[in-house]
Nanobody
Framework: QVRLVESGGGLVQPGGSLRLSCAAS????????MGWYRQAPGKQRELVAV???????NYADSVKGRFTISRDNAKNTVYLQMNSLKPEDTAVYYC???????????????WGQGTQVTVSS
């Protein structure tokens, strides 16, 4: 069984920084893309950043230049470094991984439980 567990959320003042982590565990054959999404109250879930197993990263326009996504393939972990945080970044942040649990099962999308990020003075 695959699990994605996020950590690193919390309360931070405007202009501050946070680093989110998401570790995938369980039976994993391979991982393709990993990414972060967020959902603010009353809004739809939106893509924040994605990093494929190879190739360039992709960011939402609203976070370009402030957020950096990275991954450690040996640890099946993806990170999101968030700098210059703004109140509008307040949301629940979800980790997503496109992975194969075994050789006999195709790729599917798996989600973490979410971690709250609140930017407020």
């Amino acid at each position: 069984q695959v699990r994605l567990v996020e950590s690193g959320g919390g309360l931070v003042q405007p202009g501050g920084s946070l680093r989110l982590s998401c570790a995938a565990s369980g039976t994993i054959f391979s991982i393709n893309a990993m990414g972060w999404y967020r959902q603010a109250p009353g809004k739809q879930r939106e893509l924040v950043a994605v990093i494929p197993s190879g190739g360039s990263t992709n960011y939402a326009d609203s976070v370009k230049g402030r957020f950096t996504i990275s991954r450690d393939n040996a640890k099946n972990t993806v990170y999101l470094q968030m700098n210059s945080l703004k109140p509008e970044d307040t949301a629940v942040y979800y980790c997503n991984a496109e992975l194969r649990p075994s050789y006999y099962i195709g790729y599917g999308h798996y989600w973490g439980q979410g971690t709250q990020v609140t930017v407020s003075s």
